[in-house]
């Protein structure tokens, strides 16, 4: 049971490592989409030039003279191909980084379980000299490639929405009377957001991901050492910028097979394992308590300032009102093409909860 300073201070180093991974790959992406926009923007350039055009006679391109003019600059045919190379692209640089990944995942898995036990496990005894490394290689590489496939999935529809969205705002058009300069720059700026919008897309998808392979590499690595375990216990890091639900779940303890944390999306939750107690696992030394913080505690040492900033003015009142339970904060969320999560339980429905509780 005993989470000790040293398994926390392991989970920080898991903390920095994933940010690092993953500020490299937002850094890749953000690059690459930046270079296909500017070999793009040449032919919307074109195609919004056609429709100002029309625009000059005083009246709105119809919705059939955008794509005509789309078609006719290809801007539109080079946008849905250039967005398939790069989610492509981004499949295939993330498979490449991912057996790094998930293999720091289990390392510091291992330790962090070490890091449970007492330091100096009397000779003789089973554990002694343990590493606790104990997964099967080839269920990371399962991981790594489902990870692979569900990028690829993910990221594929965004051909389509980014092109929907970069057409309709060419078909809701400008102003009329505009300066013909002005509207083909206000035009060209707002396709280049949309597009941008793809990006933002993409850049969650791999965030996520990533998160989520680590997450799974680091339960295979618990399951592998389950005759040591009780389950596995939710860490957030706690603070002002961490959403509802995380101080919500943060400190539950959950069953060995239940996956996760089941975060949501660019969710920083970490698992922690929960090892018996030492009396159980047959060593004879006394315990330290746990030294996870209590969330509703810590929340509560915060400033007022802090508290608002974390949860919002209305949820606070409905919680310090007593209308609310600490654990209704968090929801189960269902998405279509992804896994469950757990994220901030929408404001309209606390409302709900606390009216029918009266
Ligand atoms: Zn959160």
């Not at 789309?70 to 980084?97: H, N, P, Y």
């Not at 995942?105 to 036990?117: G, I, Q």
């Not at 910028?241 to 097979?257: F, K, L, Q, V, Y």
């Not at 093409?337 to 404001?347: C, Q």
């Amino acid at each position: 049971m005993a989470v000790t300073h040293r398994t926390l201070a392991i989970l920080d180093a898991i903390r920095l490592d994933l940010d690092r991974r993953i500020s490299t790959e937002d850094r890749l992406i953000v690059e690459a989409w930046a270079r296909a926009w500017a070999e793009l923007r040449p032919a919307w350039s074109a195609a919004i030039d056609r429709l100002i055009l029309i625009q000059q006679q005083g009246r709105k391109p119809t919705r059939r003279e955008v794509s005509e003019a789309l078609r006719a600059t290809k801007a539109i045919v080079a946008t849905q191909d250039a967005i398939i190379a790069l989610a492509r692209e981004q499949g295939i640089r993330i498979s490449a980084t991912l057996p790094d990944l998930t293999k720091a995942a289990r390392r510091l898995e291992a330790e962090m379980l070490a890091s449970t036990l007492p330091p100096n496990i009397p000779p003789g005894h089973a554990l002694a000299g343990v590493t606790f490394d104990r997964v099967d290689p080839k269920a990371l590489d399962a991981i790594v490639r489902r990870t692979a496939r569900q990028v690829t999935a993910l990221t594929w529809p965004l051909s389509r929405e980014a092109t929907a969205a970069m057409k309709s705002i060419l078909i809701r058009g400008v102003a009329l009377g505009m300066h013909p300069n002005a509207a083909a720059a206000l035009m060209l700026d707002r396709v280049g957001l949309a597009f941008n919008g793809g990006l933002a897309r993409a850049v969650v998808i791999a965030r996520t991901e990533m998160l989520d392979a680590h997450r799974a590499a680091t339960a295979a690595q618990d399951k592998a050492n389950r005759d040591l375990l009780t389950g596995w216990q939710w860490v957030a890091s706690l603070g002002p910028r961490t959403c509802p639900s995380c101080w919500a779940m943060h400190g539950t303890e959950h069953d060995i097979d239940e996956p996760g944390p089941i975060d949501h999306q660019q969710g920083r939750c970490a698992r922690v394992p929960l090892t018996k107690s030492w009396r159980d696992l047959g060593i004879a030394i006394d315990e330290p308590a746990s030294v996870v913080p209590d969330a509703l505690t810590t929340f509560r040492a915060m400033p007022h300032a802090d508290q608002l900033a974390a949860l919002g003015a209305d949820r606070l009142a409905l919680l310090n009102g007593g209308r609310i339970g600490w654990s209704d904060l968090a929801a189960v969320r269902k998405t279509d093409g992804w896994r469950d999560s757990i994220v901030p339980t929408p404001l309209a429905d606390l409302r709900a909860l606390a009216a029918a509780r009266r």
